[in-house]
């Protein structure tokens, strides 16, 4: 009997673990990648595994906003496939180290389509493109070639089959980059050829200043076909020491449907790291097990999200905003650990290190949804963001390729790495380091905190964008605080909670709206609070409108502004039916996905909604909520409201789909609003966690039940510990 016992204990835990790396669902088919790459989605289209380095896929001849991310369905164009791609953002940077196949050998540059000759450009036949998570295929119209891709973290795999051609390449373009990217240094460093002097291998390194500004990259490349590689210098473009800017491996002749390989790993720190990173995570050419793999992986990150749902476009809206929060934040060190840190120094890490955090946008939703999806890398980014502040004297604020560009407003890595501390993942740092690094971020005398210091708020006469710099600032001394309590520092908590009310000094009673002030004390005139002049008034990215509810902090204190609570429910009502109208020569395009003035398609009113559950009036919060996912979320190219800023939009979803969403900082519970799914099975530390939704319909849009684990519950959230725990959240729906 106790044999009999052994082995069914020895099958189910096989069952088990089969279970964990292959996943009985696809659920990589339920993904439309295509989602936001129209209208002002910006996002990316092509291969890579979760969180990858590598971003392999197409890059366009256009390089403006509509392209940040290299791909735009409104244009069939490609310059290349680039290795590194953003996601989502307002501003472009990367598409490092390019490759394209041809038959024949073109002049070099990034061509256009007026002179149809130049450069090495094509257009991609679009009705035969192929785009899903992992993997990416197009068939170029002017060399007749079909390209595919797939990718592992650190490593670029392409296939191309050739026509039948007397003189095909592949051509490396490490000069073109795309919107800000500027290339300041090449190299073709090293060569590898075989007994009859034709190329095999060869590695090199891409230098550029942009959004980044001294980003550096090296690759390894590999081509399963050997041949004759020659350097081309463009004259147009040439600097000092003459680099060389594109190689041009010959392949000489090829038969009809010839297919050949090429695999490209990179590295943020060598090109004998790149070497390294090849040889661990792609040593052979079989491009169909990659293939396989990458999805097995995509699979394995999105079944961490089990929805019951018969809408395929509803799945599909859901399982996409799962796959586009998990593009970035991505890894950014070598497979033995060595990166690149923010001083340009090459160091040892005994973690995993990242890039590309957006901060601005993904503190709102998108990191404290990876604290529920992915505990595992939690530790990871808490000791990420340590170590930036050691390197560069701060927390990150928009981090990008060891780089930090400064872009945006407040200091929201302080928010994220406060969030992480409250809910346990310390990186294995002690409360003195992990008070160090806030404390020092929060009172570096640069990006207007010095005035803030000295006046205690922003003057808007002296600084702009005063009113969104310290409210932000504001957020994340409220985050401070409630780290600071945590850690047990009740001195520091209380200074931090007493700083965290500086937006009071912008209230205006007469106009109930946050208003620039001058040093003098005075507001600033003229006043419009329907107006705005992107990126040089007062606010980011917003209108007046929108920033009277940056205070997610301090509700109560807002709530006092207003005199009553009545009066606020009665101001937020007004917000959502106010005119719809952003006035302003230089209006921001950023202030979109409107419902009156509150600006669905921009981070800054994300939380805004939420407002009404913590008033009381959690009704108003599901009403609003529902008509946001009608008209802001669809399975199609234009599919979202704004920018996806990598994750933030579709975090938003993810997390309200759930029927809750965090909305004070550093404080660890998230607010009832309006679940958008019958049954969610979530993968939790603890177990799992199942959401239901008991008679939701369109009208049963309401919450007039909770229980938590069988038992009734009273409270209109949840706390963080309570999710991850595992266990059943149920929600009686009603009218």
Known sequence: MKRFFFVLAA??????????????VDYAAFVNPKIGS???????????????????????????????????????????????????????DLFDVTVMPTTGRPTPGRGTEDHPETGAWSYADRTKEVCEPGYYSVPLERWNVVAEMTATTR?????????????????????????????????????????????????????????A????????????????????????????????????LS???????????????????????????????????????????????????????????????????????LYHTMVAPSVFNDVDGQYRGSDDVVRQG???????????????????????????????????????????????????????????????????????????????????????????????????????????????????????????????????????????????????????HSYRHFWDPETQFMRGRLADGSFRTPFNPLGSDHRSDDYTEGTAWQYIWLVPQDVEGLVELFGSREATVAKLDSLFLASSVVEGENASMDISGLIGQYAH??????????????????????DRIRQVYKE???NDVEGLAGNEDVGQMSAWYLLSSFGFYQVEPAVPRFWFGAPNYEKMEIKVAGGTFTITAKGLSDENRYIRGVKLNGKPYDLPYINYKDIVAGGTLEYTMGR
């Open 350 to 500: 005994d973690f995993q290190n990242y890039t590309t955090f957006s901060l601005w946008d993904t503190y709102r939703a998108a990191m404290p949804l990876m604290t529920i999806l992915h505990p595992e890398r939690c530790n990871d980014i808490t000791k990420t963001f340590y170590h930036i502040y050691k390197e560069q004297g701060d927390l990150p604020v928009w981090h990008l390729m060891g780089n930090e560009t400064d872009c945006m407003v407040g200091n929201p890595g302080l928010i994220s790495f406060a969030d992480n501390i409250v809910k346990g993942f310390d990186g294995g740092l002690s409360r003195e380091q992990l008070l160090q690094a806030m404390i020092a971020t929060a009172t570096r005398p640069d990006r207007g905190q010095d005035l803030r210091m000295q006046y205690g708020f922003i003057p808007s006469d002296l600084f702009n964008e005063s009113v969104a710099f310290d409210m932000e600032y504001a957020v994340a001394d409220g985050a401070l605080s409630n780290a600071a309590a945590y850690l047990g520092d009740a001195a520091t908590a209380d200074a931090y909670r007493e700083r965290s």
């Open 601 to 622: 398609g921009n981070e800054p009113g994300h939380h805004t909604i939420y407002l009404y559950s913590m008033l009381g009036e959690p009704d108003k919060a599901a």
């Open 155 to 211: 490593v670029g795999f392409h296939r191309y089959t050739y026509p039948a051609s007397d003189d095909a390449f592949l051509v490396f373009d490490l000069e073109n980059g795309g919107c800000y990217d500027m290339v300041t240094e090449t190299g073709f460093d090293e060569v590898v050829r075989d007994e009859e002097g034709r190329v095999t291998a060869f590695g090199g390194h891409r230098f550029s200043h942009g959004w």
């Open 38 to 92: 129209g209208g002002h989605g910006h996002v990316f289209v092509g291969a890579n595994v979760p969180f990858g380095f590598v971003q392999l896929g197409p890059t366009s001849i256009p390089i403006g906003w509509d392209w940040c991310s290299g791909y735009h369905v409104s244009d069939s164009t490609v310059i290349g496939f680039s290795h590194t791609h953003l996601s989502g953002t307002g501003i472009g």
């Open 11 to 24: 099958f189910v835990a096989l069952l088990a673990c089969d279970c964990c790396s292959r996943p009985a």
């Open 632 to 634: 802001m979320y669809f």
């Open 251 to 321: 392949l000489g002749k090829t038969e009809p449907g010839e297919q050949v390989l090429l695999k490209v790993a990179l590295s943020p720190v060598s090109v004998d790291g790149a070497k390294a990173n090849m040889a661990a995570e792609l040593p052979g050419w079989d491009f169909e097990a990659t293939r396989k793999a990458a999805r097995q992986a995509w699979n394995k990150e999105l079944s961490c999200v089990n929805l019951t749902c018969d809408d395929p476009d509803a799945r599909a809206v859901f399982y996409t905003a």
């Open 213 to 248: 500004d001294n980003q550096k990259v090296f690759f390894w490349a590999e081509v399963s076909r050997p041949g004759e590689l020659a350097e081309e210098i463009n004259p147009e473009t040439v600097r000092p020491g003459r680099e060389p800017r594109y190689g041009y």
